[in-house]
């Protein structure tokens, strides 16, 4: 997976790479699918949703840049898979899930593996995370139809947003930072996420 999946598609950092060798995907799927897990696609982890494909993650990650110690709010737990390399990575994790038992999977996976640095809570992750911001850098992992305006206010000085904006069908990958002149943004080619729903992504019944 490293290998075909990553590197050879343009995943360069060498502590990213070495992040999904040593972060088992198999850990994070159903057991249903656990024959699947290394496949270059998104897997089904109930209640509707999906864990993303590694290489999506892994660009993600990558676009995310964090460093050892930065402080990153999650926006859509799911499995908890991204959550788990960006804490290998060294980031200080805060994750929001809207999903009260797929949080509750989640977190099972990250005590038995002994993920640390990671704080969840249940909630809209669309109005971010006040008490714990600013953050360093903000990942969403669920598809929005624009930008919260929470996660742009809570974005520290040099703080990178990392998020699919665009129809519910297919979005586009963008990453928007907080520099000395204001916020620049970039877009970083196409992708299909399971709806961000709450107060400023989509609403809940379709
Ligand atoms: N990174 C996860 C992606 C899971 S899919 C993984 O690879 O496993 C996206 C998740 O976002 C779903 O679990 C969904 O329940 C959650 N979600 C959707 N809208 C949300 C919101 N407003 N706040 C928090 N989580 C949300």
Redesign the pocket.
């Known amino acids: 997976m490293v290998l075909h999946q990553l590197k050879t598609r343009g995943i360069s950092s060498e502590k990213i790479l070495s992040a999904f060798s040593q972060v088992h995907r198999h850990l994070?799927v159903p057991e249903a699918y656990a024959g699947y897990a290394y496949h270059d696609r998104?897997l089904p982890?109930g209640?509707?949703?999906?864990?993303?494909q590694p290489y999506?993650?892994a660009e993600m990650t990558q676009l995310l840049d964090p460093v050892p110690g930065d402080r990153v709010l999650?926006?859509?737990?799911?499995?908890?898979?991204?959550?788990a390399i960006l804490s290998f990575l060294g980031a200080v994790v805060y994750t929001?899930?809207?999903?009260g038992l797929?949080l509750e999977n989640?977190e099972k996976v990250f005590r038995r593996i002994g993920m640390k640095n990671i704080s969840s809570m249940?909630?809209?992750?669309?109005i971010g995370w006040e008490e714990h911001a600013p953050y360093d850098g903000i990942i969403v992992?669920?598809g929005s139809p624009d930008v919260p305006p929470a996660l742009l206010k809570q974005l520290a000085p040099g703080g990178r947003l990392v998020i699919p904006v665009g129809p519910r069908s297919s979005q586009s990958l963008k990453l928007y930072k907080r520099t000395g002149s204001g916020i620049i943004s970039s877009e970083h080619g196409g992708c299909v996420?399971?709806?961000?729903?709450?107060?400023?992504?989509?609403p809940a019944e379709g």
């Open positions: 994070f998104p982890i209640e509707g949703q999906t864990i993303s999506m993650v999650e926006i859509g737990t799911g499995s908890g898979y991204q959550t929001i899930e809207r999903n797929l989640a249940t909630g809209d992750g669309t992992t669920a996420f399971v709806p961000l729903v709450g107060k400023h992504g989509w």
